[in-house]
């Protein structure tokens, strides 16, 4: 490990200027790659006290061994710069996005003196015009086929064309009408080149004109009686919408743009890009990579554009490129992109309409590109063995963690807090063991003070499940969930006679929870409260995606591309997923409450009817028992019951119209034009955010 001030710049020697430098390690490998509007001031970014440095950077400058750089007049030759030594350089510490050269495009090769469609993929060429890229080749094959039917062009390949220009014969697509066989002198170079031409009109969304010729030239056919003929360009027009079906317009302007998302999270990002030409998705394509330098949404943004267009000039680029965040600056990048195709590129976040709803579907793809490639990481066997040696090494465990259980803390600014408790066994979700708990010992918003709580109640029972079924057993449970007073999951509903414990009888080997230092200081509390000291406790900080360890002044810090930080990363975001939608499941429970609620024997049915008769719960707590009792269903006792529990039942204090000062006569439950109970939380409650 190098330290930074032994290369660091003499001080006045790096000039403030833009430029592009770069990072060498001891055999003078680059490293990292950046560029700045002036190197004197992000340079000495790297060189400061290594403690007030992010870890990533921190682990750069550290493996570093010298720094140069490169003055440029501009930033946009800065941005150029960058990019060039990038690819030619590959430095680790880089964002670096997964190749995209195994997507296939639909090329037309103009380049030669007889065109020919087909799939391509790897570098572009060239003089060739390139469409797409598509998911599948099968996509691409299936767009030619209907579209031969119209612009017969050329599809085979140079040995088979020698060969039928050799024999004087055309191939089967030749016969057939799907080549217009120019091999065997059926139509001319420039005639070819023609149809080539139109082919390519069509791909980039002039779709309208060659669709309204063939109609103009199918209904002069009926008109002549050449019925076959119209025939046929009613067959050639059907081809060709079905070919447009293939791609549903999505912007009714018939705009040409590119769409980007970012999905990411502290260690990767997965980015989506949607093609659009003519107001039709006409490509897709996407990356995932690791996030191994500190960067921000707008920098990942920019590294895409660089992947995007750093080889692309003219109509590749479109006018508009709509993206979630700016790059910082966004002028210079704004430049270089309009200096690639030509002439004026808009770079903009969509604020509203169509652009707005379409940049959310891309979003949503780049979010499940992301889940999938977790996913794919997680259901390997061997990846997951190496995730959990990693852990038992980092912790100092004397085993993998086999099973693991992690707890999360979620509430609505102090309103309904909950826990919520998450089991991996194998480094898998075991969602049958997931546990809910609601935070009763105290009211109000403290994490620590929950987080001793839900610890406390866990290993209560599960002390108390091992001394009722005596030493822990192997075995798997069944059976409908047990339920205690307070509405909580406690069990499987399975008995001591069925000689296997219940699910609180299964101890963790490792307990994560969902925070920093407090955190796992009041966890471990909790466990010496109840004389356990046999498992073990970490936690996981999201800032920084430091794990915590009981009693220690410092985290430790896993590496970027440890398999065990992921997996203790994926463990903590179900547990925040899981606690989360306990929170709102119950808030949105008390939104709905009613006095009614608290009538024995009372179902949904009856108080559907007592509200529609009466039309409001103000109305039916000042009507009599005898009127009670004319609504159909409800008896005499019944309805006593009723009247007593709307006695007990404090009115809420009546709602004002703000706007008229008007005292609204209605309360909450209050009938809407449906019929159903209209309920409304507080302004305050809507707008808080979850935690």
Wanted: proline content about 5%.
């Amino acid at each position: 490990m190098a330290d930074p001030s032994s290369y660091r710049p003499k001080p006045g020697e790096i000039p403030d200027s833009p430029g592009v430098y770069r990072f060498r390690d001891e055999h003078r490998r680059v490293i990292y790659v950046g560029k700045a509007k002036s190197l004197r001031q992000r340079l000495a970014n790297y060189f400061q006290d290594l403690a007030g440095l992010h870890p990533r950077t921190r682990s750069m400058v550290t493996t570093a061994a010298s720094v140069e750089w490169t003055v440029v007049s501009t930033e946009v030759e800065a941005l150029q710069l960058e990019y060039s030594w990038i690819k030619e350089y590959d430095p680790r510490f880089n964002v670096k996005y997964r190749d995209d050269k195994s997507y296939p495009y639909l090329a037309v090769t103009m380049n030669e003196e007889y065109p020919r469609v087909q799939v391509m993929r790897g570098h572009k060429k060239k003089g060739v015009r390139y469409f797409g890229p598509y998911a599948h080749a099968w996509a691409i094959r299936d767009t030619v086929d209907l579209l031969l039917r119209v612009f017969p062009v050329r599809t085979c390949s140079a040995g088979v064309f020698k060969n039928a220009a050799r024999t004087g014969r055309p191939c089967l697509l030749g016969y057939i009408g799907k080549c217009s066989a120019p091999c065997v002198d059926r139509v001319s170079a420039d005639e070819h080149r023609e149809l080539a031409d139109e082919f390519c009109d069509f791909m980039t969304g002039r779709t309208n004109t060659y669709i309204r010729r063939l109609e103009k030239q199918m209904a002069e056919a009926a008109d002549d009686m050449e019925y076959e003929r119209a025939a046929r360009l009613r067959d050639d027009i059907g081809a060709l919408k079905k070919a447009m079906e293939k791609n549903a317009v999505v912007l009714a302007d018939a705009t040409d743009a590119d769409l980007i998302a970012v999905a990411e999270d502290e260690l990767e990002a997965a980015v989506q890009i949607f093609h659009v030409r003519g107001g039709r998705v006409r490509g897709q394509r996407g990356w995932v990579t690791d996030k191994v330098e500190e960067i921000t949404t707008g920098a990942l943004v920019e590294h895409a554009l660089q992947q995007l267009y750093g080889e692309e000039t003219g109509d590749a680029v479109p006018k508009e490129v709509l993206v979630p965040a700016l790059p910082d600056p966004v002028e210079p990048v704004q430049e270089w992109l309009a200096g690639r195709r030509g002439s004026g590129v808009s770079l903009r976040i969509p604020q509203r309409g169509d652009k707005k709803a379409l940049m959310e579907t891309v979003q949503r793809n780049a979010q499940q590109a992301l889940v999938l490639h977790k996913t794919k990481r997680a259901s390997d066997l061997t990846t997951r063995s190496r995730a959990l040696e990693e852990i038992a090494d980092a912790l100092d465990l004397d085993s993998a963690p086999l099973r693991i259980e992690c707890y999360d803390i979620s509430h609505l600014q102090g309103d309904d807090v909950v826990a919520s408790m998450v089991v991996f066994e194998d480094g898998l979700a075991r969602k049958s063991e997931y546990r809910r708990f609601q935070i009763k010992g105290f009211a109000g918003q403290d994490d620590v003070r929950s987080m001793h709580e839900v610890i406390t109640r866990r290993f209560r029972r599960y002390l108390a499940e091992k001394e009722k079924t005596g030493e822990w057993t192997d075995g798997e449970n069944a059976g409908a969930p047990e339920i205690d007073g307070n509405g909580e999951i406690v069990g499987t509903g399975v008995t001591e006679d069925d000689g296997r414990p219940k699910k609180f009888a299964y101890p963790p080997q490792l307990v994560v929870v969902d925070g920093g230092a407090p955190q796992v200081a009041a966890a471990r509390r909790a466990m010496d409260e109840l004389g356990i000291d046999d498992i073990a406790v970490c936690g996981l900080a999201k800032r920084l995606e430091e794990v915590w360890l009981p009693g220690d002044d410092d985290p430790v810090v896993l590496p970027r591309t440890s398999e065990g930080l992921y997996l203790l990363q994926r463990v903590r975001d179900e547990a925040h997923r899981f606690a989360i939608s306990y929170q709102r499941a119950k808030r949105s429970k008390r939104f709905r409450s009613s006095p009614l609620d608290d009538v024995p024997g009372l179902g949904d049915t009856r108080k559907q009817a007592l509200l529609k008769h009466f039309g409001s719960l103000k109305k039916l707590r000042s009507a009599t028992i005898d009127q009670i009792c004319e609504v159909p269903g409800i008896g005499r006792k019944t309805a006593e019951t009723i009247a007593v529990a709307l006695a007990r039942s404090a009115p809420a204090a009546p709602a004002v119209n703000t706007a008229t000062g008007e005292i609204m006569e209605e309360e909450p439950g209050t009938m809407g034009s449906s019929g159903e109970p209209v309920t409304t939380g507080a302004p305050d409650e809507r707008r808080g955010q979850e935690t």
